[in-house]
């Protein structure tokens, strides 16, 4: 026994686990052309206790479906015989196939973002209605057969993703009528929905429809992501590669999204392309051309973040079409014209190895843009700052000119900066702590405070050292007083908190379990708002976006309830990110998200008598939120700040104030199912409400 167990112990524990999976959806796999590369096998991270479900670390899929009144037996990955045939065959009418799909393109999601942002993912945390309580959410619940219904969608509620079925409904050459379609088989809806969550669970508040860009660009970054996944699949990249001539601009199957999905809908293409779309005069695809003005007529969520796609997938072809330009000379022998027929294969091989290492380039520096994103109220200009600038921090030696193919593709499309008078790259970059510690306006500090003027004094000895924490308790007892701890919604749990005095910044290193990292966030944001409020950092506030009391901010402005003279200021989110960046050095960053709140009222008269002067008689917390406030992008090495990330006004702004309420008393275009934006600020299922009517 001794022997055996030695021997075991030798046996390396596997890195992943092979899975089949439709490489797009049924109806893609029912096309005779398309059998060869309608089923795959993919690599997930290996979970050596996965349960059956699958349940494990980061996902619990529960297959009850409440229309048929079932409730399917949960497959078991770790069955010795499904180990051996690298999971279930495709299959359209087993459920346990079915659980098996989602697992597998959620986890290998989850994996992309764990990558490009250097961090264990985290889904949003749990609170009961009206309850103070925060709780720790281990598992995204997926159903794949919860609704009867052509829809599909994350609830933030629930944290769950929910997949309907519904039957096709007519009859042509791509539909069969009565035939089911799941949605949960379409690995495209998968990975977007998936996506929303993980997004939720890095910015809860890009929920909060502020403008007309928030929405648009949740669906927007869940499509991208889906669709980039598209090319990080060798065969499926290869086939479409030698199909296109290696013209990725002509339709072509990696630029769509949910093709059964679409069809079934009666849409006679793909749910959406982001490349062309079918001409309603002639009925043929037709490439999209870029168009300044397209955004100014458009508000629709979906069709408004079909923009968005189109400019990051511009950029892409832009570095694609600049990296294969030598194999195009030689295999034309210069002429720049391919001969007849098929390419090459080797041609093919060569196309698609660069295909797919622009995809996976591009794809992470979408990702790694919404860590350098204001914490709300994003807008596209805003993700255009953030991709380039955190490109830029993670490698600043762009040979390949990403960089310049996203600024041209998006100007293109009609995305620019705000209150920028220079197109070049420098001038988009969000400010370095060097440029907003310059721009501070010298104000006297009150008493017993330090010269506003002075220099910032480094993070790092404000906030390791003694003097800064209080007694036992005090520095979270203050943390949780003043991030809106008993203002409702935003309520923080003290739960979460941890006890213990916080003395330095705990780094989230690879030993610590998911939910220790969870309860770090608030030990970290205790220690970050000791410094910004009661320590050296506070002179520097106001060139982080930040109002306090010696400010004097409208009434409105959110206040502690403990000491009611003192502004509210939310610490809300301390992360840390550890990547492998430019020339294999490893860079490593602490990421702050700072808020502030105030009320709004959609009566402009209302608001200004509620912002009177010494008025302390609100009622209630207003008709809508307004938030302000940054991002922190600190050098861990010496806790220098690399970046001050904005909102476009403070807490005190009324212009800003004033276009929040414009836009909420419009809203979103009547066509949508909910008419306006002010009922989506305030719903529950926000995403249930985007994707009714098919939109997925």
């Given amino acids: 026994m001794a022997s055996t167990a030695a021997g075991s112990n030798l046996i390396p524990e596997p890195l992943s686990r092979k899975l089949r999976i439709f490489a ?58 499904l180990l051996a045939q690298q999971g279930l065959l495709p299959s359209e009418t087993n459920p346990q196939f079915h659980q098996q799909m989602v697992y597998a393109v959620a986890m290998a999601t989850i994996l992309h973002f764990e990558r490009a942002l250097g961090r264990v993912a985290l889904w949003s945390s749990h609170r009961e209605k009206g309850s103070p309580v925060e709780s720790f959410v281990g598992r995204l619940r997926i159903y794949p057969h919860a609704l009867r219904d052509r829809n599909a969608f994350y609830s933030p509620e629930k944290k769950a993703l929910l997949f309907g079925y519904f039957p096709v409904g007519i009859k042509d050459a791509n539909n069969t009528p009565g035939t089911l379609v799941f949605t949960c088989l379409s690995h495209d809806i998968i990975a977007h929905e998936t996506t929303h969550a993980l997004l939720d669970g890095l910015h809860p508040r ?80 037709k490439a999209k051309q870029p168009d300044v003005r397209i955004l100014e007529r458009t508000q629709e969520p979906h069709a408004r973040g079909a923009i968005l796609v189109a400019a990051v997938f511009g950029a892409f072809l832009k570095v694609y079409r600049s ?27 060569r196309l698609a190895d660069e295909a797919a290492r622009t995809a996976s380039y591009v794809l992470q520096m979408c990702i790694r843009g919404i860590d350098y994103c204001p914490p709300v109220g994003i807008t596209f200009s805003d993700y255009l700052r953030g991709v380039i600038t955190a490109d830029y921090d993670f490698n600043p030696d762009d040979q390949s000119g990403f960089r310049l193919a996203f600024v041209e593709s998006f100007r293109q499309w009609g995305i620019h900066a705000r209150s920028k008078h220079s197109a070049s790259l420098e001038s988009l970059y969000w400010q370095t702590g060097e440029m907003a510690f310059a721009e501070m306006p010298e104000q006297p500090a009150p008493k017993g405070r330090p010269n506003a003027a002075a220099p910032p004094q480094p993070l790092v000895d404000a906030l390791t050292v003694e ?52 309860a770090e966030i608030d030990t970290n944001a205790a220690i970050v708002w000791n410094w910004l409020i009661e320590g050296d950092g506070r002179p520097f506030a106001r060139s982080f976006g930040l109002v306090l ?38 860079d490593t960053n602490l990421l702050i998200e700072v808020t502030q709140r105030r009320r709004g009222y959609f009566d402009a008269d209302e608001q200004e008598r509620m912002d009177r002067p010494g008025n302390t008689q609100f009622r209630g917390n207003g008709d809508f939120p307004y938030r302000a406030g940054c991002t922190l992008i600190i050098n861990p090495s010496d806790l220098s700040v690399r970046r001050v990330i904005k909102t476009p006004g403070t807490i005190a702004d009324k ?22 934006a002010r009922q989506l600020l305030n719903a529950r299922e926000p995403f249930a409400l985007l994707h009714r009517d098919g939109e997925g």
């Fill in 323 to 349: 990296r294969t330009l030598d194999l195009y000379r030689i295999a034309t022998e210069g002429t720049g014209v391919l001969r007849e027929g098929d390419i090459h294969p080797d041609l093919t091989r």
């Fill in 467 to 518: 003097d800064y924490v209080q007694a036992e308790g005090q520095a979270v007892k203050a943390l949780l007083e003043d991030q809106e701890s008993t203002q409702g919604p935003d309520q923080t749990s003290p739960q979460r908190q941890t006890t213990r005095t916080p003395r330095k910044l705990v780094q989230s290193g690879v030993s610590l379990s998911r939910y220790e990292a969870w």
């Fill in 655 to 676: 212009k800003e104030l004033d276009r929040i309420r414009g836009y909420l008393g419009g809203g979103l275009e009547p066509a949508n199912a909910f008419d306006s």
């Fill in 549 to 586: 009391e010696e400010d004097d901010p409208p009434p409105t402005v959110f206040r502690s309830q403990a000491t009611p003279n003192r502004v509210a200021v939310e610490v809300h989110s301390v992360r840390w990110a550890l990547r492998r960046g430019f020339r294999d050095v490893m």
């Fill in 206 to 285: 890009f929920n909060e429809p502020v403008n007309e860009d928030v929405l648009a660009f949740h669906e927007a970054f869940a499509d991208i992501v889906a669709l980039f996944q598209h090319f990080s699949y060798p065969g499926v990249l290869r086939d479409q590669i030698s199909r296109t001539r290696g013209n990725l601009a002509n339709e072509n199957l990696l630029g769509q999204l949910a093709q059964q999905f679409g069809r079934a809908s009666g849409r006679g293409t793909a749910l959406r392309d982001a490349l062309g779309d079918i001409d309603p005069k002639t009925q043929k695809w």
């Fill in 24 to 81: 797009f959806d049924p109806g893609v796999a029912a096309q005779f052309d398309m059998a060869g590369i309608s089923e795959m096998t993919i690599d997930v991270p290996w979970e050596r206790n996965l349960r059956p479900g699958p349940v494990g670390e980061y996902i619990e899929v529960i297959d009850a479906d409440p229309a048929s009144g079932a409730f399917y037996r949960p497959v078991d990955l770790n069955d010795p015989r």
